[in-house]
T-cell receptor, first 111, second 113 residues
Framework: DAEITQSPRHKITETGRQVTLACHQT?????MFWYRQDLGHGLRLIHY???????NKGEVSDGYSVSRSNTEDLPLTLESAASSQTSVYFC??????????FGPGTRLTVL | AQSVTQLGSHVSVSEGALVLLRCNYS??????LFWYVQYPNQGLQLLLK??????LVKGINGFEAEFKKSETSFHLTKPSAHMSDAAEYFC???????????FGAGTILRVKS
């Protein structure tokens, strides 16, 4: 069965360190998204991609970057982790205007 | 710009009672609307979606929602709550182009026995 996976599921890091969160989907979807979930804010869009070599900034992109070298993967990088980036991160994928399928999430703590 | 407002961050109902979770949206173009459910420590799962077809949309687990353009609403209902419905529910809106979703803040549903 097709799926979307995220790794690691839990991560603790220190302020200033570079962190990369992985997202891998086997749906062969063109669209991929990264969201962060914080209490009282729902999910907010960080970055998104419509295909290989395409990346776009979302609502809360400062301090984050993504790259898309193939269809299956969209890694999210925190260039210099800050305590304000402690959150739960979700990756999602979709085909055109259809349903977004979400991964299980990565809980990131920045100390 | 699009936005979503979910009225009530917490809703509590008795088992067997009607579930009503409220969602109002703002969109400058005809919207696509979604309800997602999140169980503890899990990702989001689609309950139902409105994509400009029938205004009454039926989803999984007995949930349904009605798109009311005049009220800019897309409220989620279920006639009879079950203990397994306890979760957090998110309403989301998309302009359909590129499928970017804007989420509401979420409503935590508690079901009392």
């Amino acid at each position: 069965d097709a799926e979307i996976t995220q790794s690691p599921r839990h991560k603790i890091t220190e302020t200033g360190r570079q962190v990369t969160l992985a997202c891998h989907q086997t749906w062969n979807h063109n669209n991929m998204f990264w969201y962060r979930q914080d209490l009282g804010h729902g999910l907010r869009l960080i970055h998104y991609s419509y295909g290989v070599q395409d990346t776009n900034k979302g609502e809360v992109s400062d301090g984050y970057s993504v790259s898309r070298s193939n269809t299956e993967d969209l890694p999210l990088t925190l260039e210099s982790a800050a305590s304000s980036q402690t959150s739960v991160y979700f990756c999602a994928s979709s085909e055109y205007v259809d349903t977004q399928y979400f991964g299980p999430g990565t809980r990131l703590t920045v100390l | 710009a699009q936005s979503v407002t979910q009225l009530g961050s917490h809703v509590s109902v008795s088992e067997g009672a009607l579930v009503l979770l409220r969602c109002n949206y703002s969109s400058s173009v005809p919207p696509y609307l979604f309800w997602y459910v999140q169980y503890p420590n899990q990702g989001l799962q689609l309950l139902l979606k409105y994509t400009s077809a029938a205004t009454l949309v039926k989803g999984i687990n007995g949930f349904e929602a009605e798109f009311k353009k005049s009220e800019t609403s897309f409220h989620l209902t279920k006639p009879s709550a079950h203990m397994s419905d306890a979760a957090e529910y998110f309403c989301a809106v998309s302009d359909g182009y590129g499928n970017k979703l804007v989420f509401g803040a979420g409503t935590i549903l508690r079901v009392k026995s």
